[in-house]
């Protein structure tokens, strides 16, 4: 199922603020040359990304998927002085081109770079999140958010990515292991009264999470 308008996608780009050099390459690389480029943010919801972290001032953010890099270079905007950005990719050749963006990125050394499995990883840091931004495999998301919402500052925040999974969500009959998988992750955020939420359909949809 399409739920992107290409029409609207571009008029929001262009009406968006744009990338910096070392951000923009990255978006640039991936699309030209990465085998599964539309895993890709895009600039809108990069920016997007940018901007909630910017407001969120956080200390402490978890990243679970780095892909190639380029929400990570998002996010670390909003990165107040002193604080760290840790992201976990478990593809070796992804986390390598995400290192190479991030060597040249402003304030590269607040990035911790893990390579390996998140659910592993996950419990070996020691910190308290202001920030969390789940993008990895879908059926493992209640597992990375029951993992990090008990180290999750009060107040703090969890923004899920592709909770419309392409629109198959909206479907009377969901199939697919993702889908299923995305559509009772949505449903365990709804009920659980830990959190308050909102979706919002950017792109192929966002969860923003906070904390009560």
Known sequence: MEIIHHKAEEYAK???FPL???TAGNEVFTKMNHPHAQMHSGHVQ????EMLSRMIKPVKILEIGTFTGFS???????LQQGGLLHTIEIREDDALTAARFFENATRSEMIRLHIGDALEIIPKLNEEWDLVFIDADKPAYIDYYELTLPHLKTGGWIIADNV??????????IKGKNAI???????YILKDNRVE???L???DGLMVIRKL
């Open 181 to 187: 998988a995305i559509h009772a992750f949505n449903n």
């Open 72 to 78: 990570a270079l998002c996010l670390l905007k909003g």
């Open 164 to 173: 419309l999974f392409h629109g198959e969500v909206l479907n009377t009959e």
């Open 197 to 199: 939420q909102v979706m």
């Open 14 to 16: 262009q009406y968006t």
């Open 46 to 49: 990069g920016k997007v990304l």
């Open 201 to 203: 359909t950017v792109r």
């Open 20 to 22: 910096d050099t070392v």
